[in-house]
């Protein structure tokens, strides 16, 4: 576990520089069973204290897998992006309450800035809500069975819009009036 010991920071104004490699697989598949796999993560960075706030910026790289959303077969790709955080050593010292109720800013617990902590948190937000193997992206083929066919929301629409006008009641007055 990295951390950032607060006055250790409060100490080096110019920062402290880091190049870690975290092994955050085991909390992340207990957090999400979604998750399949997670390669070691990289993160680069620097954390550093200025004007009452700690500022935590680094970026994360990794690998991870998951299943997809529509097969359920393995997916696995790449992440990188840059993370910013906003801390604080607690809610006191901080002017605007509504930057903590909204988490603009976070709080401290304890004496240290745990960087785990951080590096996990911002995986779980970065999943994907629909995940699909190059195949799936690729075409618009969806799973279907005996009696049963899965459907877009656009295509359920459309489905849904055609038989309430074939059901309406009007419908069989249509080409009533027409002239040949």
Do not use: C
């Amino acid at each position: 576990m990295v951390q950032f010991p607060i006055y250790d920071l409060k100490k080096h104004p110019e920062g402290i520089r880091f190049d870690e490699t975290l092994d955050v697989k085991a909390e992340l598949l207990e957090r999400n069973p979604e998750i399949l796999d997670l390669s070691p993560v990289s993160v680069v960075g620097q954390v550093r204290f200025e004007a009452g706030l700690f500022f935590l910026d680094y970026e994360l790289s990794y690998d991870i897998t998951m299943a997809s959303s529509r097969s359920l077969n393995p997916v696995s790709w790449r992440e990188t992006y840059p993370v910013l955080e906003l801390f604080v050593e607690n809610e006191a010292q901080l002017k605007d309450q509504d930057l903590v109720d909204e988490d603009l800013v976070l709080v401290i617990e304890g004496d240290y800035l745990v960087l785990d902590e951080s590096v996990a948190d911002n995986i779980l937000l970065h999943l994907p809500s629909k995940v699909l193997t190059p195949e799936e992206a690729a075409g618009q083929a969806l799973p279907s069975g005996q009696d049963w066919t899965l459907l877009t929301e656009e295509a359920f629409e459309q489905d849904s819009q055609k038989k309430k006008e074939a059901n309406s009641p009007f419908a069989q007055l249509q080409g009533l009036f027409d002239q040949e």
